[in-house]
């Protein structure tokens, strides 16, 4: 099965030359959005053969394409390359390099070996300290060379940033087709490029709101078989799933806690909607909040020791937060318009929500003690955010307008970092919402 492939562990990972001491080069402030993007060269990773001169063509695009998107870094054009005669063994003649703008060089090799892996090498030079920054080998399956591409990236970007990467990670998304008034909604996953998107249900069933699990290759989600609205869990590796419980109502909005021990989520009773935590192993659920207003899409902290909610107990749809047994109920939004949705960042620093405002949507985040919010995106149509792992990139759906003879009205993905500047389209088979991002990849 191809997306077991897809999660192949690396079999080594080892360090091939000592990193000498070197800043990052850029510092990321989320408060402006001129960032001066690191110029940076990536040429084909050398190979004997042309199958592995293919196949280092490929890894550098990659690389290239995922550095440039975070928008920190602008790839310099290959044909404006002096040098051509790279080796791994040797330092590059820096001198041949400065002329073209090139702050960093990434250059690397990919060789076919003789029990059938895939060995790839790769050096990173800071330019004009003349510095070797980090040196790494691996060794994969050739099928698993994307992977690596993702992960050297991730090396790059932590060693030129000071920031985490995110590229070796992947999306579960609702792939939605067909007519408007008869739509079919698959779960879905993909890397976070938009590569090597794979169903993982069938469509019989509509699907909701799936989330990963923080500690485990599982994905908890909504679903309705049959008419009923069910919570499931969903493990990717065997494609196992099973129902977390039959809850007499509707279920809303079900999510992991830190730990992956729980799942926290909205049930309907009585024509009243709270919050409830259910304990994975026991499978009891506890009854975290008690008010007879709309409580519902619930969020952790990432030390699970605070929740953020949405509740219209104010008259207006807003955004709480309140410790994870419930106590301390606090509401934290108060600008014009309505919010919804929030999601705790990795970093535990701010709270994505939508909102609501002049008829139109927006992704923003504000601090958990209310303070700063900023406004990222507005559209005609602009829901569900979620977190990249490394709490400086969102990710979310964003509707387009039905035209009056029924065309249009397209979902799609789009990703936005927290300056606001840098949104880009991700790219799908089809419409797409309700995406969740996964922690980085074992």
């Known amino acids: 099965m191809r997306l077991v492939r897809s999660l192949t562990i690396l079999s080594c990972l080892v360090g091939i030359f000592a990193p000498l001491s070197a800043l990052a080069l850029i510092n990321v402030d989320i408060n402006k959005g001129n960032l001066a993007p690191i110029k940076t060269a990536i040429p084909s990773f050398m190979g004997q053969t042309a199958d592995e001169q293919q196949v280092g063509a490929d890894i550098a695009g990659v690389i290239t394409a995922d550095l440039e998107r975070s928008g920190l870094f602008k790839s310099i054009n290959p044909e404006a390359f002096i040098q051509r005669d790279l080796n791994m063994t040797t330092p590059p003649r820096f001198q041949e390099w400065r002329p073209i703008g090139a702050q960093a060089l990434v250059m690397g090799s990919a060789d076919q070996q003789e029990d059938g892996r895939l060995r790839v090498d790769f050096r990173l030079w800071d330019v004009f300290a003349e510095q070797q920054m980090i040196g790494q080998r691996y060794f994969t399956t050739p099928e698993n060379w994307r992977r690596i591409s993702h992960i050297v990236a991730d090396e790059v970007y932590k060693r030129m940033t000071g920031e985490t990467g995110y590229f070796d990670t992947r999306v579960v998304y609702v792939a939605e087709s067909g007519p ?95 919050i409830y935590l259910m304990d994975l192993a026991t499978r009891k659920a506890t009854r975290l909040t008690d008010n007879p207003a709309i409580d519902t899409a619930p969020s952790f902290s990432p030390d699970g020791r605070q929740i953020t909610f949405e509740s219209d107990r104010s008259g207006t749809q807003q955004i709480y937060i309140m410790n994870a047994d419930g106590s301390s109920v606090k509401r934290i939004t108060f600008g014009d318009g309505r919010y919804g949705t929030p999601v705790w960042s990795p970093r535990g620093d701010l709270i994505a929500f939508t ?88």
Do not use: C
């Open 180 to 274: 408007k008034t008869n739509r079919t909604k698959r779960l879905a996953i993909m890397d976070q490029d938009g590569a090597n998107p794979t169903f993982l249900t069938d469509g019989s069933a509509l699907v909701l709101t799936p989330r990963f699990n923080p500690s485990a290759q599982e994905i908890t989600y909504l679903s309705y078989y049959g008419g009923r609205p069910r919570v499931y869990i969903f493990n990717i590796e065997s494609g196992a799933q099973e129902v977390l419980g039959d809850f007499p109502g509707m279920t809303f909005a079900p999510r992991f806690s830190p730990d992956g021990k729980s799942v926290v989520m909205s049930l309907e009773r009585a024509g009243n909607s709270e």
């Open 355 to 442: 909102k609501i405002s002049n008829g139109l949507f927006h992704i923003g985040v504000i601090r958990p003690d209310g303070q700063g919010e900023r406004v990222l995106t507005e559209s005609f149509l602009d829901e569900g955010p979620t977190w990249a792992p490394n709490g400086r990139v969102l990710m979310f759906f964003r509707g387009g307008r039905t035209r009056a003879d029924g065309s249009g009205g397209e979902t799609r993905l789009w990703s936005i970092d927290l300056t606001g500047y840098n949104e880009r389209l991700v790219p799908t088979r089809g419409d797409a919402s309700d995406p969740a991002w996964s922690p980085l990849l074992d």
